[in-house]
């Protein structure tokens, strides 16, 4: 049984461009978050997707964007990204609101 | 793989000896606690979870403690072992009103296991 699949793993950008990241929840999960990780900090976090809506979000932007599709995976979209939209970028899938369990993530680099 | 632990307080301990790591969280509204695990390069693992109503709770070579009163967590890992040499955050979980599900992640603290 699959776990949470995240890709691409490590993706370079450059300034003032926009990316896309993509989750597939754990099997049986249809819930999907999003984290931020800068380097040495914890995660932090950044929306939550439920039933293709986004049902909570954090202290981002409106640059950062996601969807939910009706297979429950997800995708986060973040635009004209800056030098501090470095991190890793964590997706965590559960059952409702219980039972995370979180991806590998994805390395973002803005150069 | 890159490292996640830069610049947290750690913890070194030898091998075999009892770690304990400790965690202030933020809102007493909070109720549900998890302890995760992070590898250089890996996503976090969880390792324990408990809610509020409950004090203290064992897994395998694990016990988490929950003082509601101080806000306090701590992690207790029994005979540590090198593979336990990570990051460990506690996770809150705000679960009132609008807020639901949002995990709100402590500093962590990287333990260093000596063979």
């Known amino acids: 049984d699959a776990g949470v699949t995240q890709s691409p793993t490590h993706l370079i950008k450059t300034r003032g461009q926009q990316v896309t990241l993509r989750c597939s929840p754990k099997?049986?999960?249809?819930?999907v978050s999003w984290y931020q990780q800068a380097l040495g900090q914890g995660p932090q976090f950044i929306f939550q997707y439920y039933e293709e809506e986004e049902r909570q979000r954090g202290n981002f932007p409106d640059r950062f964007s996601g969807h939910q599709f009706p297979n429950y995976s997800s995708e986060l979209n973040v635009n004209a990204l800056l030098l501090g939209d470095s991190a890793l970028y964590l997706c965590a899938s559960s059952l409702d609101l219980y039972g995370y369990t979180f991806g590998s993530g994805t390395r973002l680099t803005v150069v | 793989g890159e490292s996640v632990g830069l610049h947290l307080p750690t913890l070194s301990v030898q091998e075999g000896d009892n770690s304990i790591i400790n965690c202030a969280y933020s809102?007493?509204?909070?109720?549900?606690f998890i302890w995760y695990k992070q590898e250089s390069g890996k996503g976090p693992q969880f390792i324990i979870d408990?809610?509020?109503?409950?004090d203290k709770r064992q897994g395998q070579r694990v016990t988490v403690l929950l003082n509601k009163t101080v806000k306090h967590l701590s992690l207790q890992i029994a005979a540590t072992q090198p593979g336990d040499s990570a990051v460990y955050f506690c996770?809150?979980?705000?679960?009132?009103?609008?807020?639901?599900?949002?995990?709100?992640f402590g500093k962590g603290t990287k333990l260093s296991v000596k063979p």
């Open positions: 408990i809610r509020s109503n409950m």
């Open positions: 809102n007493s509204a909070s109720d549900y």
């Open positions: 996770a809150e979980n705000i679960n009132y009103g609008g807020s639901q599900g949002n995990l709100i």
């Open positions: 099997s049986g999960h249809d819930t």
